[in-house]
């Protein structure tokens, strides 16, 4: 590490330069999925751009990083999940239990506020 950046700024860096690999990784995978010659080229080259931004954040923080997994592992669920049931089907699933976590937390702090008496 660099005498001159400090330790916040060297953080900062590392989850930069974590984020480039990952969507370099990414982009690579939506690429794989678009049919259209052109629009492919198009992702596989911003998919590029990341690996040079990652690169780049690698010379200052010298440090070889690995995509995240877990982001990763997000996007294949959500791919092989989407590949199998149409768009409306997945999207009202979405909307629903995007509503019942937001209706469970107003609940919840509803319940705080009137039985401890904490203002959420
Ligand atoms: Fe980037």
């Not at 911003?46 to 690169?55: G, P, R």
Request: charged share 30%; net charge neutral.
């Amino acid at each position: 590490m660099s005498e001159k950046i400090s330790e916040k700024t060297y953080n900062k860096l590392l989850s930069d330069q974590q984020d480039e690999i990952t969507a370099h990784y990414l982009y690579h995978k939506i690429a794989d999925f678009v049919k259209d010659k052109e629009n492919k080229e198009i992702i596989r080259q911003v998919a590029e751009d990341e690996l040079k931004h990652y690169n780049q954040l690698k010379e200052i923080t010298g440090k070889e990083l690995k995509p995240e997994r877990f982001k990763i592992f997000l996007f294949n669920y959500y791919i092989s999940v989407a590949k199998d049931y149409n768009f409306k089907k997945r999207f009202g699933e979405m909307a629903a239990i995007s509503l019942g976590v937001a209706g469970i937390s107003f609940l919840i702090g509803v319940l705080i506020k009137q039985f401890i008496g904490v203002d959420i």
